[in-house]
């Protein structure tokens, strides 16, 4: 199985830029996704293929990277953000990552 | 609107079986892979199953190989999911979620959720 690791937490002020890393343990091509995950909803498709903006997301929100190293980026931070964002990779069938916590100041 | 409506979920002792349906509407059903995906209470995202528009391509997570199955009825636009010797570690909120694009599941992702059903697996 491809195992994809992601920080538990992190903690960021308004208005800030804040960027969410998720590492594969092996090379996934460009197919690599982002969850946006608010509590007591229903995950939400932020970012395909590693890059492009799902229909509706706010351009504050981009992707990057290639192969195994990803990361989601904020820009700026709102405070409506605070949310659980999973990776999610569909190279060798599917698998998320843990989810990383992202918490306001 | 896509929606996903799931339900079945319920309170389940060890080793029974339970059925899990997934209502879909606002699309052409018949068109689109579908999947299972759980959450376990304050835990992240499994992945348990997919199945593509006319079932001829069907893939389960190993945990529940075996003892889960996976079917659509296009007729009916509805998901399933037989889960049979169900063990404490099964409880979790199910979601049916829908592939982004038409007649592919290899390589995709998942473009809608439905709000999930819960399973409990406890005696």
């Known amino acids: 199985d491809t195992v994809l690791t992601q920080s538990p937490a992190l903690a960021v002020s308004p208005g800030e830029r804040v960027s969410i890393s998720c590492r594969a343990s092996?090379?996934?091509?460009?197919?690599m996704h982002w969850y946006q995950q608010k509590p007591g909803q229903q995950p939400k498709l932020l970012i395909y293929?590693?890059?492009n903006l799902a229909s509706g997301v706010p351009a504050r929100f981009s992707g990057s990277g290639s192969g195994t190293d990803f990361t989601l980026t904020i820009d700026p931070v709102e405070a409506d953000d605070t949310a659980t964002y999973f990776c999610?990779?569909?190279?060798?069938?599917?698998?998320f990552g843990g989810g990383t916590k992202l918490e306001l100041k | 609107e896509v929606q996903l409506v799931e339900s079945g979920g319920g309170l389940v002792q060890p080793g029974r079986s339970l059925k899990l349906s997934c209502l879909a509407s606002g699309f052409t059903f018949s068109n689109y892979g579908m999947n299972w995906i759980r959450q376990a209470p304050g835990k992240g995202l499994e992945w348990v199953a997919s199945?593509?528009?006319?079932?001829?391509?069907?893939y389960y997570a190993d945990t529940v190989k075996g003892r889960f199955t996976i079917s659509r009825d296009n007729a009916k636009n509805t998901l399933y999911l037989q889960m049979t010797s169900l063990r404490s570690e099964d409880t979790a909120l199910y979601y049916c979620?829908?592939?982004?694009?038409?007649?592919?599941?290899?390589?995709?992702?998942?473009?809608?959720w439905g709000q999930g059903t819960l399973v409990t697996v406890s005696s």
């Open positions: 999610q990779q569909s190279w060798n069938e599917w698998t």
């Open positions: 199945i593509s528009s006319s079932s001829s391509y069907i």
């Open positions: 979620a829908r592939h982004s694009r038409i007649l592919r599941i290899r390589g995709d992702w998942f473009a809608y």
């Open positions: 293929k590693a890059s």
């Open positions: 092996e090379g996934v091509n460009s197919y």
